[in-house]
């Protein structure tokens, strides 16, 4: 890729090695780069893992889910689509040490592992360590690192680590955590990972608001009557019903992804682009925002149903759930921004599991005109004016307005002007981690949180995770393959019965492709 900067040479770390995320995830992201000339050209690759492979076995299981990826199906001889010589650079120099995370012995072993490959390096020793494993290693695994003397910086090299999500499970472990992992290295280092950050049209938010004298101008509480923020998935809990069964749905998406969109959205303009500059008015949204209540909520679970002809079951007949669970699979909430810019303007937030399609968007849904000179149109049954960022699968931006319908009469109707990404750029491969990844060896936090932040979002939170824990009522229903629960319909329309959730699905059919 012509005009960036390729990064100085550095050995990344995967704990977890052999796990789903390593596989399906970052070791396709590292090769996507790699095809595009973006990691070093002096790279080393350590995988570490309670697991007894060679080095050998650990990189022909990557290259097999890699192939299983970029398969041509239409080829009589079954050749790949990998390249090979992007294969090759990545995989030029593959160690594997095996570990137990919590062992001091598996620590000795990375640091012998790491200084012979940094003595035949030209490079500096740059490490970059990836913590892709369950959150319950975390602390450990950073406190043995630290202790082992393997994250020390120096004034040539460089030391950072990533952390995965859950980045705890409330207020008070976050704290935990910020501090167990605080204790050995700096904040400079961490690099706390949301892979929703990696989605183009997410990095697009800033560009859009910033970028443009048309949308800034109209970014506030004179103009914009609500927003709403859709996180929808057709997949259930996947085989993960142990885990899911501690976390539920408000944990697993909204103090992490969810509030980064709000973040992006509610943002104050910052005085640059440094990472400081950015997540300080990203901190100041979440420093803001009004602690959620049940009365704020709806939380629900998915009964059995179908999504385009499959059936499913309901999550309490998923593998590994409580028959009489009340872990919620969905969850709406409206928040309030206390600040100037967004004084009484709702934000509105939804995500759930097994509902009628995937998609991602945010809807800017501006005030409605305050009367018509359309005499035969009620102004209330003119649809607003929305601006919708599309995050997934389709991504890009429409703006959706009232014209005059084509006529002698004096009508109007709503249209659409619409901008997709795949229209304007040639598409790449991406499974949402290149850019990520590349920022963390460039040493740019801009895409990452920071400790406040963190906790910030918890914080936020706390109140309705102590209330729903105190409330044994049981958790209302919504069918699978269904836009969710009514309950929801009644919390974006109180007080202002003309809004409405955008749908999810529509003619009874799926609105994504």
Known sequence: MTGVTKPEACTMVIFGAAGDLTKRLLVPALYNLAQTGLIPEEFALVG?????FTAEQWTGSLSDMLKSFTHDAGSEDEISAVDVKSWGHLTQQVSYVR???TQASC??????????????????????????VADRFFAPIVAGLGTA????????????????KPFGHDLESAKALNSAVLRHIAEDQVYRI?????????????????????????????????????VAETVGVEGRGKFYEQTGALRDMVPNHVFQLVGMIAMEPPVGFSADAVRNKKCDVFSAM????????????????????????????????????????????????????????PFFVRTGKRMACRMTEIAIVFKRAPLTTFQDTPIAKLPPSTLVLRI???????????????????????????????????????VGY???????????????QRADMVEAAWRAVEPLLNDWSSDKTEIIKYEAGSEGPSAADVLIGSGNSSRNWRPIALNGGPRCP
């Open 48 to 52: 570490v893992d309670i697991g007894d």
């Open 99 to 101: 570990g137990d995370f």
């Open 107 to 132: 620590f000795a072993e990375l640091e012998r592992t790491l200084k012979k490959i940094e003595s035949g390096r030209k490079g500096p020793a740059n490490r970059l360590f990836y913590l892709a």
């Open 149 to 164: 003397g393997l994250v020390r910086n120096d004034a040539d090299t460089w030391r950072r680590v990533i952390i995965e």
């Open 194 to 230: 949301d892979h929703f950050l990696g989605k183009e049209n997410v990095q697009n938010i800033m560009a859009l608001r910033f970028a443009n004298g048309l949308f800034e101008p109209l970014w506030n509480r004179d103009h914009i009557d609500h927003v709403q923020i859709t």
């Open 290 to 345: 009004r602690p959620v209540r049940a009365e704020d909520a709806v939380r629900a679970q998915y009964s059995g149903g179908s999504i385009n002809g499959h059936a499913y079951p309901a999550y309490r007949d998923e593998p590994n759930v409580s028959k009489d669970s009340n872990v919620e699979t969905y969850v709406a909430l409206r928040l309030a921004i206390d600040n100037w810019r967004w004084a009484g303007v």
């Open 392 to 430: 997934q699968p389709d991504e890009g931006v429409a703006h959706e307005f009232q014209v005059k319908r084509p006529g002698p009469t004096v009508d109007v109707s709503p249209v659409t002007m619409d901008f997709r990404y795949s229209d304007w750029f040639p598409p790449a491969p991406n």
């Open 434 to 448: 290149e850019t990520l990844l590349f920022d963390c060896m460039m040493g740019d936090q801009t895409l990452f």
